[in-house]
């Protein structure tokens, strides 16, 4: 329609804006603003909405929005695509998982555990109350995009719960491997103020995807297929995807012949600082591992002796997530190290 702003950024069918989401003054008096990138299609349609690095240190789905907004062509497009390539800028500048001002002086900067926000709320919430206010509304789907950090590899999504919708949104970004969360965990986890709780409460269908190099599940390894899937094709595919599905874009979905859906994810933490030694790479990623077996040991980095030993605790573990860094990285108590499911929960989709 005529008039039309996202984020106080002109659409203009069949064009692509540029602009910034204004969200405060800091104290040194540089502004904060958010990037907002829209791909304004020459035909209304859907609006999808794609938003990366709410976590500053998870910079590598980045490229899958840059290589979007450059090649995707408004006269082929139906609809809106709107891109934040970096949702919290005060953590990107610092190269941390949260917003650092609200971690030192308020009560948390996690952004993905603050949505919506509010107004008069923390730095961060403020940032969340922003975006859910200017940006996610009429959104026909949000898709979350986080990614390895560069010590930790990744590569899943997460099964859609809210709607048949969501689900087959879910499915079709083509991740091999969906992690079907359960509510207990959500709980558990203090998960409700993730992008997904809120947009769901919204009745919004959203989709969040862990970005990374991935090497093949393991019921597809050993076939004589390449199975090596890289940033930023592996996120680029499924957004177009998504875009198919939703009919913004002509053509089918590309799906890998298989995916499973697992559950439940299982974080594996050190319970003890030092040097994590990691017996796995990001080529062990997708693959199935027997109860017990070595996932990595932390030592002193003084003694050098053995202060705790990381085992797969399933009799067959799929590894999500790895520390994969060699010789070996520090790590503190509670750091991040493997992520793990229960195959014996596994279900199969067939794509073929």
Request: a negative charge.
């Amino acid at each position: 329609m005529p008039g039309e702003r996202i984020a106080g950024v002109k659409v203009e069918r069949g064009k692509k804006s540029f602009g910034f989401l204004d969200i405060c003054m800091m104290a040194d008096g540089a502004p904060l603003r958010i990037p907002v990138h829209v791909v304004a299609g020459s035909a209304p349609g859907p609006k999808l909405v794609v938003m990366s690095t709410a976590h500053g240190y998870e910079i590598q789905q980045i490229s899958v929005i840059k290589t979007l907004v450059e090649t995707l062509d408004p006269g082929k497009l139906k609809g809106t695509f709107v891109g934040i390539p970096v949702c919290n800028p005060v953590a990107f500048e610092g190269g941390t998982r949260s917003t650092w001002i609200d971690s030192i002086f308020g009560d948390s900067g996690n952004m993905n555990r603050l949505w919506p926000g509010r107004p008069d709320g923390w730095l961060t919430e403020r940032i969340t109350y922003k975006i859910s206010q200017e940006v996610f509304p009429g959104s026909d789907c949000v898709i979350d995009l986080h990614a390895a950090t560069g010590d930790l590899e990744l590569s899943y999504g997460y099964l859609g719960k809210a709607s048949e919708k969501e689900i087959e949104i879910s499915k079709v970004y083509g991740n091999e491997i969906l992690l079907d969360t359960q509510k207990e965990e959500v709980v558990k986890k203090r998960q409700w103020g993730t992008s997904k709780e809120y947009l769901r409460s919204q009745a919004v269908p959203v989709y969040s995807s862990e970005v990374g190099e991935f090497h093949g599940i393991w019921l597809e390894r050993g076939k004589g297929k390449d199975l090596v899937r890289t940033v930023p094709e592996v996120g680029v595919t499924g957004v177009t995807n998504v875009m198919k599905y939703l009919g913004m874009l002509e053509g089918t979905p590309k799906l890998p012949e298989k995916q499973v859906i697992v559950k439940p994810e299982l974080n594996l933490r050190p319970a003890h600082g030092g040097l994590l030694v990691s017996e796995k790479g990001i080529e062990d990623l997708g693959t199935v591992v027997p109860k017990g077996d070595v996932l990595g040991r932390v030592i002193s980095p003084y003694t050098f002796e053995v202060l705790d030993t990381i085992s797969a605790p399933f009799a067959e573990s799929l590894l999500l997530a790895a520390m994969t860094l060699k010789p070996f990285l520090r790590v503190n108590p509670g750091d991040f190290a493997y992520i793990v499911a229960d195959t014996a929960n596994t279900q199969v989709i067939e794509n073929r």
